[in-house]
Structure formats: C-alpha cells, structure tokens
C-alpha cells in the first residue's frame, strides 16, 4: 500500500497542505485565508476567504484552455431516439444564456431554483446555470410524486421552478407538469415563476402569469457571466431520505465541493481530461450531481447523460452500446443494473455484439453489490470492478479502491479502503472501538474532507441531531460494518429505517406515515426485505381499526395506489399485507428487525423483551410470498 498509504496519511496529518495542493488544479479569483477554517468546529468550512466560481471551473476554464471544441456532453437517450453532443463551447453558451433568462425573471444569487426534470440536457443546462449567478439549485428526483415534491418545495422555498413538460419511462409518458401544478397546489410556498421545457413526445398546458416556455426565455435571453462566489457559500440543496417523513437538505459548497470532486476523478476513478466518462445514474441523485454533471466537467473530461434503462430500452445490451459508441472508459452504475442486465443476459450474448475495449474499469455503488454480481461482471467486462461506499451527505467516495493512486486487489463484498481525507472508525454502542473483524458503527472522525455537507438547509440543528451528536467529534453514517486484518472495509447493514430500492435511498418512516394516513389503519410498520433484482422491497404490515369489514384486498389495493401517489412509483411499494396484530416489545416497540429476519428467512432469536411470541408466527404466515 505505498501510494495509497502516503497519501491517505498526509491528508490526515497535514490536511490544510493536502487540500491546498489539490485545490491547485482550480482556478480561484481570489485565494483562501485558511484552507481548513475550525473557528466554528464542528461547523468546519474548507478554503474560507477564498473566491471562486465553480460553473466557470467547469466550462468557461476548459473553453479558454483549448478544450473549446471537445464534446462536453453526449446526451444518449434511446427512449426517444436522440444523440445529441454538447460541445464546451456550446454548453458554455447554452448555460450563459440560461443563467441571463435565470436573471431576466429576477433570480438573484442565494435564491432557491428547484429543478424537476427527466435526463435531459436542459437539466444539466439548468444546474449550471444555477451555479453560474450563484442561485442554489434544487434538483428533485422525476420518480417523486407531488406530495414529496410539495415537501422539497416548501423547505427549499424557491423563487423559480424549472421543470419538462415529461418524462418518458419504459411504455409509458410521465406527465411531469400536472405534477408540478399538484405540487405547487398542495405546498405553502409559491414560486413566482416556473419555466417548462415542452418535449415534443407531450406537450403541457402553461399557466398564464406564472409559466414561461423554455425555447421562448433562452431566445429572448442575455447570456450572463459568472459571479464571484465564496468558496462556502452554498451551492445545491439535495434533499435525502431520513429516518420520518421530512426529507433531510443537504447542502453543499461552492469551493471544497469542486476541489473534492476534482481530486476524486484523478485519484479514486483514474480518469483524465478528455475522456468519456459514464455515471448511469439520474441527476436527481447525488450521483448525477457529482460524477453525471460536476466532477466530469471540473476535470475537462466528457461526460454521458443517458436517458434509458440498463434493460429494454431496447434491450440488455443497451449499456454495451452506449460504451462502444461513447468510447466510454471509466463506467459508474449501481448493482441493481447489473442484476437486471445479468438477468436478461446471463451469457453476455449482447455483449458480445459491441466492442467495449475502451472500457478500463466499472465502479458501483448506491447500494452492497452482492458478491455474484461483481465476479459476473468481472468474467464478462475483463476489467477491474470496483466496489465503492459513499452516501448523499458525504458527496463523493469515502470508502473505494482508488485506481488512480495504486489499484488494490478486489475482495467482493468489500468497498475496499478509506479514500484520503475519510479518517473512518468502526464504535460500539459506548463509543469503544472495535477490533478487526468485529462489528460496529461506522463513523468519520471530523473535520470531514471538502465536498462533504456543510450542514442540513435551514436546520442546523437537526444537522448536529443527526450526525453529530451520537459519538462528539465524530460524524456517523448510519451505516454498521467492520474492518478485517487487512484494513478492507466491509459494509453490512444500516442501523436505521432507511432502505436501499434498485439503488434508490427511501425511508419506511415516510411510508409508514402515508399508510397510517389511509382511514381504516390503526396501525402499521413497513420493513425492507431482500430482493434478487432490486436489493430491497418495501412491504407494509398494517393493522386495521377495530370494525372495518371491507374486503382486504381492496384495501390493499388503496394502499398500494396511496403510497405510490403520495411518495412516487420510485417506491416501488407493491405489497401491503393486513394483519391481526404487529409484534411489539412490552414496552410497545414494532420488532421490525425481527420481521425483517422472518422475511428474508435468516435465522433470528425471539426478543426476551417481546410481548407474544406467537404473533411472530402469525406474521411467517402473512409474509410467505
Ligand atoms: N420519472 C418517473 N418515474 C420513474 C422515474 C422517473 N425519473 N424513474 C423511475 N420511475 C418509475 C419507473 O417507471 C417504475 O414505475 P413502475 O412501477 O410503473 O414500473 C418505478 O419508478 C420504479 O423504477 P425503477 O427503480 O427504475 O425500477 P424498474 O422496475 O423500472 O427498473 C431496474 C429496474 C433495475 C432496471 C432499474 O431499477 C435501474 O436501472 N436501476 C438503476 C438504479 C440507479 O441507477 N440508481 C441510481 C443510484 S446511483
Ligand atoms: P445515498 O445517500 O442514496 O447515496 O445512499 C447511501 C446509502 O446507500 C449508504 O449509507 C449505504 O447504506 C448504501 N450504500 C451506498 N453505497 C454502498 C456500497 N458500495 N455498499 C453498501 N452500501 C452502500
């Protein structure tokens, strides 16, 4: 571990001279006073003083040193038949002018710009030129229903909404304004304005007053230049499932956030300027942010926007095909995708209809790939799959096997090493360490590198609730693991409600509030269980009020449709299931690691503290598929 170990251990040591010399690779309008400011610990900020903006890093920069005519952006989507290339210059221009009909309608730097679109450029267009005047975007998923929308609206509390007029999914159009109008209608907050791109596959209706046709602002437009922002002035709120209903801001920085990325490209992905880069994610994801739209861009690389499927848009040779035709060399995507290609597939027989080698390594992550999916894909690609741990709040890779710093070999199941700048710990209960091999919770001792969040939008202190307050000094992920002799990392659970859909982060707390909402619901928990394809599913255990005679089906049914209305189709929640009574702890706890257990049929002991051990079998019953 030569490189590695050298480097991990100057970014611990001397992290202020660490980051300085990565931050070398930006250009700043003005440089920091401190690169790591602990005047407010643990409220850390990185490169305060300093001035910088990051969508002239990302473009302008690449424009003026010769990268003018390099394709920035390929947009790829099957769903409609559209291969589109963005140039530098052009994606320059085209977020120049964006950011002018942005500034027409009275957007001002610090002001909210929430984004509720499908992969399409303009979405990217949208987010840079956000970050161009300094307006802090929000961008929310397109699989979420109106209510959740609502909720990001109503905290993020933008002036603008820009939004499509559809998304296209496989054999149906999603129309995303009507959406947006429900959204708008049911949140306290109104935008003044919302700007909806029309695609041609479904028009929408605009609302006199408030809506503006996006072909009709970019062409009476000004193109605007980029403002001087603070390296710590906030960037994007993502918002992410917690453990209830709320969903949590994270809020990220202008200046460590495009240092971080940048180191990112080069020392966990290998990556160089001028390369194809694929994050097969959606920029609704904090994948998309970093490695669809910023890190690529930051680095001068070309970065690929699919709007497609890993199977059936046409088939599940559909990534082979972007890869051959992309030259595509460093490959993001999640697990789920590979299981559902690996499904259709399992020979490679579409594989063997494209030439991928320029493909020199596949990353995945968003959820555990189970170590049959990573020796698949080892047999059929022939190139390194790389296994990395990251989350929302921490922005980029904090556990991985950086390629560009020294390749170690791939123990599948494991996400590999701490990356420099993540000082991870494994605690017990007590805040003990725990020794190799031994399980516990993983935790990152502060300050967190650059690109990590600065805190919760409009809620600091449920920031530190969260985060901070278990083990002082420390931040914890919420995820349970341990470390083996060798230092690899191994991640084996959460510790909270969150769940992990196809790669798509939810919280059961948010579902359960929405099944205990429908009126004949006394009672409910939702647990996760195991799924070949997707990882998890969500299935709901519901208690009925004393009296309600209707037929169980049918309620099923209505709640099913509610969590799908009230959350999104991203839920994938397919399974409600009515029964007698839920097991509790005397005390009155759900046991829902014991159903879970039940569930996914792995061996449980009965809680000592349980209240009737025969609701348990009662409950094997209900879930027998
Ligand atoms: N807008 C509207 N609806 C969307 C959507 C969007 N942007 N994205 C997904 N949905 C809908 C889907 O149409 C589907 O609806 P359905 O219940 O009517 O079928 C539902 O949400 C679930 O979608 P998804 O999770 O994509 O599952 P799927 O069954 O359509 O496809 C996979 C299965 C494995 C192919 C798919 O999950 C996949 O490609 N996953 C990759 C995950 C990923 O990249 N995650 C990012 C983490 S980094
Ligand atoms: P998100 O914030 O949506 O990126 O989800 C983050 C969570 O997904 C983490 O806290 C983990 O629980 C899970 N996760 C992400 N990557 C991995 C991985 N490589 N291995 C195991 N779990 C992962």
């Not at 030569?2 to 040591?13: F, I, Q, W």
């Not at 990565?22 to 440089?31: G, K």
């Not at 290339?85 to 929430?114: E, K, M, N, P, S």
Request: net charge neutral; glycine share 8%.
């Amino acid at each position: 571990m030569g490189r590695y170990r050298d480097e991990y251990r100057r970014a611990l040591t001397d992290p202020a001279a660490f980051w300085a010399e990565q931050a070398e690779h930006l250009r700043w309008e003005r440089r920091w006073d401190r690169v790591l400011d602990d005047r407010a610990a643990p409220a850390y900020r990185w490169f305060s003083g300093a001035r910088l903006n990051i969508c002239y890093n990302a473009l302008d920069r690449h424009v003026e040193d010769g990268r003018a005519e390099q394709a920035a952006l390929i947009y790829d989507s099957p769903v409609t038949g559209t291969i589109q290339t963005y140039t530098y210059r052009a994606l320059r221009d085209a977020v120049a002018r964006f950011a002018g009909a942005l500034r027409a309608q009275g957007v001002q730097t610090g002001d909210r710009v929430v984004i509720y679109m499908p992969m399409v450029p303009e979405a990217v267009i949208a987010m840079l030129a956000c970050a161009r005047i300094g307006a802090i975007h929000s961008v929310v998923f397109g699989g979420f229903a109106a209510p959740e929308l609502a909720k990001r609206i109503d905290d993020a509390r933008p002036v603008l909404v820009v939004c499509a007029s559809c998304g296209i999914e496989p054999g149906r159009t999603v129309a995303y304004k009507p959406l947006l109008d429900q959204a708008i209608a049911l949140a306290s907050h109104t935008p003044a304005r919302c700007i909806v791109l029309q695609r041609p596959q479904l028009a929408a209706e605009l609302t006199p007053g408030r809506d503006l046709d996006w072909n009709e602002v970019m062409a009476a437009a000004t193109p605007a230049d980029c403002v001087s922002m603070a390296a710590t002035d906030p960037l994007y709120v993502l918002y992410t499932s917690g453990t209830t209903g709320k969903p949590k801001g994270v809020v990220r920085d202008h200046g460590g956030h495009a240092v971080a990325l940048h180191y990112s490209m080069r020392a966990v992905y290998d990556a160089r300027p001028g390369e194809t880069f694929w994050a097969a994610s959606d920029v609704g994801w904090v994948v998309g942010h970093s490695y669809i739209v910023y890190a690529p861009l930051l680095l001068g690389a070309t970065t690929v926007l699919y709007e497609g499927k890993p199977v059936g848009t046409p088939d599940a040779g559909a990534f082979w095909r972007v890869i051959a035709q992309h030259r595509v060399r460093t490959f993001f995507t999640a697990p789920t995708a590979l299981r559902a290609i690996k499904k259709e597939d399992p020979q490679g027989e579409w594989l063997k209809r494209h030439d991928i080698g320029c493909l020199r390594a596949l990353f995945l992550a968003g959820e555990r790939s189970d170590p049959d999916t990573i020796r698949w894909a080892q047999t059929m690609l022939a190139v390194p799959v790389v296994d990395h741990w990251w989350q929302t709040e921490l922005g980029w890779a904090a556990i991985a096997n950086c390629r560009g710093l020294e390749p170690m070999p791939v123990k599948p199941g494991s996400a590999t090493v701490p990356v420099p700048g993540f000082d991870l710990r494994v605690l017990d209960a007590d805040g003990k360490p725990q020794r190799p091999g031994e399980i516990g919770n993983l935790v990152l001792k502060l300050p967190l590198p650059p690109g990590t969040l600065l805190t919760l939008w409009n809620n600091e202190q449920g920031y530190r609730d969260a985060y901070l307050s278990r083990y002082p000094g420390y931040y914890l992920t919420g995820d349970a693991g341990y470390v083996d002799e060798d230092g690899y990392v191994w991640i084996m659970s959460r510790i909270d409600d969150i769940i992990n859909v196809a790669g798509h982060r939810l919280s059961t707390g948010a579902m359960e509030e929405v099944l205990a909402g429908h009126p004949d619901v006394a009672e409910c928990a939702v647990i996760g269980v195991a799924d070949a394809l997707k990882g998890q599913l969500p299935v709901g255990l519901v208690v009925l009020k004393a009296g309600v005679n209707r037929p169980h089906a049918e309620i099923e049914q209505e709640l099913i449709a509610r969590v799908r209305e009230q959350i999104g189709a991203v839920a994938a929640f397919k399974r409600a299931i009515i029964v007698q009574r839920l097991p509790k702890t005397r005390s009155g706890k759900v046991l829902r690691a014991t159903m879970r257990a039940i569930a996914d049929g792995v061996p449980y002991t009965v809680p000592p503290t349980i209240d009737d051990p025969r609701i348990l079998d009662e409950i094997a019953a209900a879930l027998k598929p």
